[in-house]
């Protein structure tokens, strides 16, 4: 006796351990129909051994025979007897005895099948869950065995439970693995249905269980739930059940129970991941939610705010959590966005889109802290389900810093993009990566031209290799080179850099670009070579002036003297013309001085009406003794070309530049120089006025210089007048002509043009504006007579022949003299009788004391003493100072007798006046 798992008594032959066989019969009563058989065969053999004794009695005896045919009669109604009395009552019983069995197997099967159900219930386990309903339904000996296999989700064989197999179970295991199933396996995969094996031998062709259980039965069916199928379940049965629609259908359902079964595993197991992935996942985002750098928040779908995190308060500048709880984000940002938005519109509409789409949405957003401190942020939203409902999480990043560095980068980006000087960018091994607009404007490359490139395209040739074998071992060592270089443009031109070529490095120290600051060094270096120009003008300016000091005092005494002298001498006489020659050439002398003041910038130009003309002559004369053999000049000059109010210096000066540009376009070829000076009158529609707005209809004074030379490229003419450009080479100009001309030109109100073509030469010409009614006064003023008075002059100069020259102008004007030649001497004189002078002259330049220290001096005794500066340069007064001081009169010498009797005659006029 044994007990199964619900602790019920069950009846077998077997104790669980044994294995059955199903090739034997195991009922333990045979079937009625083969005892009715047995017991009329044995009727029939004693009916015939009783009529075979019969046959040996004698007949006709009475009570022999009576006995005999009752007994004959019996056996002959025996037969019948059987067959219509004793078969049905076998019949019968041999179906009830059949029924009891089928029903006492069926109460077999129900009770393995109420075990695994509550096997089901309580174990959670699949491969013990398995292994005892196997062991169930073989104890209950509901089946003679039974196994189940498992597939994962590729179909390769996972487990195989098993009980009453003995040593088959480790072939079954094996054929699986190997990735083979029985044949009833095989078929019970591709169909819903119970498989039935009747008869092993013949169904079950190669397998190796057909032999062995060749008299039993079998039925193998899937292990399904929900379109899934787990594996497969196999029982062996006695062959007399299979078939049974009672039988099949509790085979489906306990097959059908143990799928659940493992479905339900799978449910709880997923369940249980769920349930781990969801803690997991709430651990993570309370790590993630407390411990984040951002500022999180949780806000619902009508917006306000749930929850918030530390660093939210912190960035805000809140205390506690209640201070941002039930608000909304607009509550915390500035009334408006800076894109000109409404915080609290715009706010609302962006969370309503993030429920309604779902998702993710990144943006940046400008909020105000507690203390009204605008700060911009990057945010990011998503929606979560937080308990069961679902909320917006809202990511708020503090982005001052980046939005700093950003802007430091854009300016940064702007400012090499902008900057004058070439930036070039390359990589450890020289390959250009980037270059800033400065360098195509330089070099003429175009950005594209030279991306990938090595600066080596560059290369003038001017360096030797051991000059660029310096720069990379500088460089390459990780330190920076300094340096100049000359390189070649796109269009084949030199120019002059200076580069500063730094190495990058990354965090780790190694070096990952090169960068190189490249300054076109050609403009300053002309500037160099022209402040050098300047410092020797300057230079000569100085002696200039020194000489032209000494020199004017010189003049002085020849023109005074000549005056003087020209006033006793008989007019007509040979004397007379003699001493007018010496005159003239002395005026000359002192323009050339007054123009060598000018140019050195001592001296300030003065304006007066005048006719050009002598300017001209006298300018080519000079130019003809200086020109080369090869060019020839031919000057054009009308009678009478008009009057201009002008400085006759720098008129002079106009005529040299242009006259010197001229030379050099036909120093090396020859050609002529055409030099015209002619009156002219435009009139409306005039070919002079088109394109001309500074021209306008009237009388002009106009002075063309025309070449033969090479002309003015096209794409040249727009600089030629710009300062410091020129085409000469180095040492033969400093681009100063044409701009020194032009603001000549622009001071006298005059308007300058230039024609060129190539190879045929340039024609620049200026135009003055006529003076009309000028030449009368001019001529009426040269008539008048000198003024005259006989006022008494202090006249102070430390040349004597200076002072006797002033003395005898003066005296032949009429005027009582004193003369000294020393300024201390003079002021003795003076302090001792302050009232008996009119005027006091001197001169600047003397010893002891200058003539501006004497005249301040003078004026502290006597303050409203007129004094007349007389100098021929000094560095330390000039017309503007003397007139500061009280000066009344600037003049300069030489002193010539018509300039000195206005003068004198003014200021003592002005004086009385007063």
């Known amino acids: 006796m044994g007990k199964s798992r619900d602790n019920e008594t069950v009846d077998h032959k077997t104790t669980p351990t044994e294995k059955p066989d199903p090739s034997r019969n195991n009922h333990p009563i045979h079937s009625p129909y ?9 009727v029939f053999a004693c009916e015939a051994l009783i009529m075979a004794g019969l046959s040996f009695l004698p007949i006709g005896s009475a009570r022999l025979q009576w006995l005999l045919d009752p007994l004959f009669l019996i056996f002959l109604l025996l037969p019948a007897f059987h067959f219509f009395l004793l078969r049905p009552l076998i019949l019968h019983i041999k179906s009830r005895r059949q029924y009891e069995k089928k029903l006492d197997r069926l109460n077999l099967v129900l009770r393995a099948i109420r075990n695994v159900n509550q096997l089901i219930t309580r174990e959670k386990d699949r491969d013990r869950l398995l292994n005892d309903a196997c062991i169930i339904l073989t104890e209950t000996r509901g089946y003679y065995n039974a196994w189940i296999t498992l597939f994962d989700d590729s179909g390769d064989c996972q487990m195989i439970s098993e009980n009453g197999l003995g040593e088959d179970p480790l072939f079954l295991k094996n054929m699986p693995e190997q990735g083979d199933l029985t044949p009833c396996g095989r078929k019970a995969m591709e169909q819903a249905e119970p498989v039935r094996i009747e008869h092993p031998s013949s169904d079950c062709t190669g397998c190796p269980f057909a032999e062995r259980y060749a008299g039993g039965a079998a039925m193998t069916i899937r292990l399904e739930h929900d379109g899934k199928i787990y594996g497969l379940l196999t029982v062996s049965t006695p062959p007399e059940f299979i078939g049974e629609e009672e039988e099949e259908e509790l085979f489906r359902e306990v097959a059908g129970d143990l799928a659940f079964a493992l479905y339900s595993l799978d449910i709880d197991k997923e369940r249980e991941r769920a349930r781990e992935a969801l803690k997991q996942s709430e651990e993570k985002f309370s790590a ?6 951002d500022a999180i928040t949780l806000t619902t779908r009508d917006g306000k705010v749930i929850d918030c995190n530390q660093r939210t308060l912190e960035i805000f500048g809140l205390e506690s959590k209640d201070d941002f709880r039930d608000k909304r984000p607009a509550d915390f940002s500035p009334p408006f966005q800076p894109d ?16 309604r789409d779902g998702g993710f949405l990144k943006f940046e957003w400008v909020h105000q802290r507690k203390d009204g401190t605008i700060f911009p942020t990057e ?26 560095a950003e802007a430091q980068e854009q300016m940064l980006s702007v400012a090499i993009e902008q900057a004058g000087e070439m930036i070039v960018i390359t990589d450890p091994e020289g390959t250009i990566q980037y270059v800033n607009p400065a360098f195509a404007r330089i070099t003429g490359y175009h950005r594209d031209e030279v991306l990938g490139q090595n600066p080596r395209i560059l290369k003038s040739g001017k360096q030797d290799e051991v000059f660029y074998r310096n720069l990379w071992e500088t460089i390459s060592s990780g330190k920076t080179w300094h340096g100049r270089m000359v390189n070649k443009c796109k269009n084949g031109t030199l120019y002059t850099e200076e580069s500063t070529i730094s190495p990058v490095r990354n965090a780790s120290g190694t070096v990952i670009n090169y960068v190189a600051v490249k300054r076109d060094m050609s403009e300053y270096l002309q500037l160099e070579s022209q402040l050098r120009q300047a410092q020797k003008m300057e230079a000569i300016g100085t002696l200039a002036g020194g000489i032209a000091h000494d020199f004017n005092n010189i003049l002085g ?6 005056e003087l002298a020209l006033l006793e001498v008989k007019e007509g006489s040979s004397l007379h013309r003699h001493i007018s020659q010496i005159l003239k050439a002395s005026d000359r002398a002192k323009n050339l001085v007054k123009q060598i003041l000018a140019f050195s910038r001592q001296r300030k130009n003065e304006d007066i009406v005048l006719s050009i003309k002598p300017v001209i002559k006298e300018a080519l004369k000079l130019l003809k003794s200086s020109f080369p053999a ?9 009678t009478d070309p008009g009057l201009i109010k002008g400085d006759p210096t720098q008129i002079h000066q106009v005529l040299m530049n242009l006259c010197s540009n001229a030379e050099h376009a036909m120093r090396e070829t020859g050609g002529i120089l055409e030099v015209r000076l002619e009156r002219l009158e435009l009139e409306p529609g005039a070919n002079e006025l088109k394109g001309n707005p500074k021209l306008h209809k009237g009388p002009y004074v106009c002075l063309s210089v025309r070449d033969t030379g090479y002309g003015i490229p096209p794409e040249l003419m727009g600089r ?9 080479g180095v040492g033969e100009g400093t681009g100063l002509g044409l701009a020194v001309v032009q603001g000549i030109v622009d001071k006298h109100k005059g308007t300058l043009t230039v024609e060129s073509k ?27 007579k000198l003024p005259t008075g006989s006022e008494r002059i202090l006249f102070i100069d430390d040349e004597e022949a200076l002072a006797e020259v002033g003395k005898g102008i003066l005296e032949y004007l009429g005027y009582e003299v004193t003369v000294r030649t020393s300024s201390l001497e003079a002021l003795e004189l003076f302090k001792a009788k302050p009232e008996h002078f009119d005027m006091v002259i001197t001169d600047m330049t003397m010893p002891n004391m200058t003539g501006a220290e004497l005249s301040q001096e003078l004026m502290k005794i006597r303050p409203n003493i007129p004094i007349i500066l007389c100098t021929g340069f000094s560095h330390i007064i000039s017309e503007e100072k003397a007139r500061e001081i009280g000066i009344r009169a600037f003049v300069m010498k030489p002193l010539i007798t018509k300039d000195l009797a206005e003068t004198v005659r003014r200021v003592l006029d002005t004086n009385a006046a007063t």
């Open 34 to 42: 083969y005892y009715a058989i047995i017991l009329a065969l044995l």
């Open 288 to 293: 993630s939610f407390h411990g984040s750098h």
């Open 340 to 355: 000109g938005r409404s915080s609290k519109e715009a706010s609302r509409k962006i969370i309503n889109n993030v429920f």
């Open 379 to 404: 945010i990011i939203f998503k929606t979560i389900r937080l308990g069961g409902e679902e909320v917006l999480q809202a990511n708020i990043r503090d982005i001052t810093d980046r939005k700093r």
């Open 557 to 562: 005494a020849i023109i005074g003297m000549s």
């Open 630 to 638: 090869n060019i020839e000049i031919k000057p054009y000059i009308e």
């Open 720 to 728: 030629i007048f710009d300062p410091y450009f020129t085409t000469k």
């Open 758 to 784: 190539p190879g045929k030469g340039a024609v620049f010409r200026v135009f003055f504006p006529a003076i009309e009614g000028e030449r009368e006064k001019i001529s009426k003023k040269e008539q008048e």
